[in-house]
C-alpha cells in the first residue's frame, strides 16, 4: 500500500499570502488529521476529519482552516500568512476517527519570509 | 499546560545495550498510547502503542510499558542499533472522549544516539 503523501514538500511564501496544502491518506483510510512541528511548541494538533466533517480542532487561530473530500483526501489552508507559521505540516491518516494508530506523511516545509 | 511530558531530550547509549526512553502524562482521560520515531525532514513513523488495558506490548525489539497509576510509560529498545539513532515521540489520545477523537498530544520528543 502507498504511504500518505503531501505536496507540496517545500514551499516558500510571503507574509499576507495564502497557501494550500495537500494530504492523500492511505487507501482505505477514512480520517485525516493535520498537525503542525515548529522548534519552540513542537507537534500540536490543528484538526481532523473524517467523513468530510471536521471532528476537532486543535487551539489555532480561524485563519488555519481545512476540508476533506470525499475520496478522503485533504487539503488545509492558512491564510495572511505571518512570519510564525514556518513550520513543517504533518498529515497523518487512519482507518477510522479515533482508531488509534494515525501515519504520518513526510511533511510540507512551510517559510514564510 | 503540556499534558504529555518527555523529560530527557536527549539519550545517548552503546551498541547491543538497552536504550529506555520515558514519558509521563497527566491527562487521566487519555486511554491509548503510542511511540514514533522521526528523522529529520520526514514524517514521524509509527513504532508501537498501547491501550490503557494494558500494561505491557512487545513488538520484537520494542516493548511498551505502560504504569497507570503513576502515569508513565517507557519504551524499551533491545538490543539497540546505530539504525534506532532519531527523535522519539511519545503520544497519547483520549479514544472514548468525544471533543478528543484523532487527537494526538505529543511529548517534545528524546534524541537517541546509539554509538556503534
Known sequence: KAGVTQTPRYLIKTRGQQVTLSCSPISGHRSVSWYQQTPGQGLQFLFEYFSETQRNKGNFPGRFSGRQFSNSRSEMNVSTLELGDSALYLCASSWASGSGEQYFGPGTRLTVT | DQQVKQNSPSLS?????????????????????????KYPAEGPTFLISISSIKDKNEDGRFTVFLNKSAKHLSLHIVPSQPGDSAVYFCAASARRGSSNTGKLIFGQGTTLQVKP
Do not use: A, H, P
Request: aromatic share 24%.
Open chain 2, 13 to 37: 547509549v552503546q551498541e547491543g545495550r538497552i536504550s529506555i526512553l520515558n514519558c509521563d502524562y497527566t491527562n487521566s482521560m487519555f486511554d491509548y498510547f503510542l511511540w514514533y520515531k
